[in-house]
């Protein structure tokens, strides 16, 4: 088990948008979703007891949080580094942001959601791509660290340059690309899943890879959360030896702490509907968080979470890093239709 180095608290599901793959869509973006500032101080002090020294605030949308500059104070005070995960609007008021920048925030991940101003309202039911845009400027002239994060998905992996070109004129440096993660089905939904899809999307990042090191000057990530051999090994390669793919998560490596709105623990951002256990209930200090953390029934729940998605994984080189991929590919489909299809390239091996 690796060490915890970050915390994500989830302060509210309330948002200003109503985007398509939200993680959260399943908890109805309900306002009376949000954290007790007092459960929130806290998970504070749990927190620093542990001695994490970086937490993120997210959402939902967190700036719809009423009490965050409250919040962020508060965590500062304990010198512990505040990374704000948001949709970024309310960037476009100078003067909310340079409240932020005064308050400490060390870091923003500014989730862009479309391309044009036509996208945009497709993808979230709001006319707000000029606002981004604006908001996207203002960040980029502060002095917090900031990077534009963008979902990819089989709908809008033709237009990933389209982003970098828009959000690069606009000051942005530094980018964080993820693909789309569907754990719908945990909410009732039934979606039938072409997994051709991940051919395309693996096929046109590839062929787009040389012109985005270029339009990023090689200052991206991607969390590569599909199993590595749909890849072409080549290309795998050169973005390991540029540091700019990320091939496991906090999941797989049980090396961060996500809690929602009602202190529960839950495993990752997009599995809210699992309850790992609760703070101050199952776990209240460092002492008996480790107890729980360590305990046989949590060893169990990972041990399930982890498990690789076929036989044929023990025998790759590359399942330490992989670990199969996101646990939600194997929610909307199995290892051998990947196969059935020739998906998998067997050269990664």
Not at 297 to 315: G, H, R, V
Request: hydrophobic share 35%.
């Amino acid at each position: 088990m690796n060490e915890i180095n970050m915390v994500w608290l989830t302060l509210n599901r309330n948002c200003n948008l109503r985007c398509k793959w939200c993680y959260a869509k399943g908890e109805k973006f309900d306002f009376n979703l949000k954290m007790d500032f007092g459960l929130a101080q806290e998970l504070i002090d749990f927190i620093n007891d542990l001695g994490v020294k970086e937490v993120a605030l997210i959402g939902g949308e967190p700036t719809c949080y009423s009490e965050l500059k409250k919040l962020i104070s508060y965590i500062k005070s304990k010198d512990i580094k505040v990374c704000l995960i948001t949709n970024g609007l309310i960037f476009s008021d100078k003067s909310y942001l340079q409240e932020l920048e005064n308050l400490g925030v060390d870091s923003v991940n500014f989730s862009m959601k479309g391309w044009s101003k036509e996208s945009y309202i497709v993808n979230t039911g709001v006319d707000a791509f000029d606002k981004t845009l604006e908001a996207l400027k203002n960040i980029s002239n502060s002095n917090i660290n900031s990077m534009v994060s963008f979902v990819i998905s089989y709908e809008n992996i033709d237009y990933l340059l389209k982003v970098v070109e828009i959000t690069s004129e606009c000051g942005i440096k530094n980018f964080y690309f993820s693909f789309e993660n569907d754990f719908s089905v945990l909410d009732g939904e039934i979606k039938k899943y072409d997994v051709n899809e991940i051919s395309k999307i693996v096929k046109v990042f590839s062929e787009n890879y040389e012109e985005l090191n270029r339009l990023t000057r090689e200052n991206f990530t991607l969390h590569q959360s599909l199993p590595l051999c749909v890849w072409n090994k080549d290309i795998i390669e050169k973005m390991r030896n540029k540091t700019q793919i990320q091939t496991s998560c906090i999941l797989l490596q049980r090396s961060g702490l996500v809690f929602d709105t009602n202190g529960f623990l839950i495993p990752c951002n997009s599995i809210h509907q699992v309850k790992l256990g609760k703070f101050k209930k199952d776990f209240k200090d460092k002492k008996t968080f480790y107890s729980f953390w360590n305990s046989n029934q949590m060893n169990k729940i990972y041990n399930k979470f982890c498990s690789l998605p076929s036989k044929t994984c023990n025998k790759c080189k590359d399942e330490s890093v992989c670990g199969g991929g996101c646990l939600s590919n194997w929610y909307n489909y199995e290892f051998n239709d990947l196969l059935n299809e020739n998906i998998i390239k067997n050269n990664v091996n």
